[in-house]
Nanobody, 118 residues
Framework: QVHLVESGGGLVQPGGSLRLTCSAS????????MAWFRQTPGLERDLVGA????????YFAEDAKGRFTISKDRAKNTVYLDIVDLKPEDTAVYYC???????????WGQGTRVTVSS
């Protein structure tokens, strides 16, 4: 079974930046895409964006274009989410998961909380 651990969240002032990390362990780990999601209380978990595990192709939700970057280190089974110019509306718990089409591949991790506030 694959185990996902997200880290890197915290309290950040508006305009700041963060790098979130998603580390995967266990087997089999062979996603088509690795994706980042975020969830605020009372709302659904929304897709932020994803990166192809076999290429460097990425795609993002419309509201994540421009300030979010996803990268990966295949040797470490790790995916990163870089966010710049953080806004209060980016406050959420951020999760990663494997994805094939719209199918989620692995058990959810605990997520990492990002709070953007002055």
């Amino acid at each position: 079974q694959v185990h996902l651990v997200e880290s890197g969240g915290g309290l950040v002032q508006p305009g700041g930046s963060l790098r979130l990390t998603c580390s995967a362990s266990g087997r089999p780990f062979d996603p088509s895409f690795m994706a980042w999601f975020r969830q605020t209380p009372g709302l659904e978990r929304d897709l932020v964006g994803a990166i192809s595990w076999n290429t460097d192709s990425t795609y993002f939700a419309e509201d994540a274009k421009g300030r979010f970057t996803i990268s990966k280190d295949r040797a470490k089974n790790t995916v990163y989410l870089d966010i710049v110019d953080l806004k209060p509306e980016d406050t959420a718990v951020y999760y990663c998961n494997g994805r094939i089409g719209a199918t989620i591949l692995y058990p959810w991790g605990q997520g990492t909380r990002v709070t953007v506030s002055s």
